[in-house]
């Protein structure tokens, strides 16, 4: 069983910065991918950034690369979201997530991965 404890989230300005946590209990398979995902009132929950693991590859989602940057301390079985220049559209509930055993490929699909954390709401004023 793995769970997942979203933290940091709160209420800034356009341009601001805010810094996600997700903190990791449980097996995680060390070759494995984990995801922050986003999902606003009355739309689909989507992939905003994925790292493997086991080899650091990073991957995100158009509207955040540049902004954006996910990275993990597997010493503290944290993940993080770091974000910056942040835009009112990035205003969201987060989650972060571990990849499925039947994990394909599609790292931005909310259908990959099968625990979630609780999510940590972000809200961007303009």
């Known amino acids: 069983q793995v769970q997942l404890v979203e933290s940091g989230g709160g209420s800034v300005q356009a341009g601001g910065s805010l810094r996600l946590s997700c903190a990791a209990s449980?097996?995680?398979?060390?070759?494995?991918?984990m995801g922050w995902f986003r999902q606003a009132p009355g739309k689909e929950r989507d992939g905003v950034a994925a790292?493997?693991?086991?080899?650091?590859?990073?991957y995100y989602a158009d509207s955040v690369k540049g902004r954006f940057t996910i990275s993990r301390d597997n010493a503290k079985n944290t993940l993080y979201l770091q974000m910056n220049s942040l835009k009112p559209e990035d205003t969201a509930m987060y989650y972060c997530?571990?990849?499925?055993?039947?994990?394909?490929?599609?790292?931005?699909?909310?259908?990959?991965?099968?625990?979630w954390g609780q999510g940590t709401q972000v809200t961007v004023s303009s």
């Open positions: 449980g097996y995680i398979y060390s070759n494995y991918y």
């Open positions: 790292i493997y693991i086991g080899g650091g590859s990073t």
């Open positions: 997530a571990t990849a499925a055993p039947w994990y394909g490929g599609r790292w931005y699909s909310a259908v990959e991965y099968n625990y």
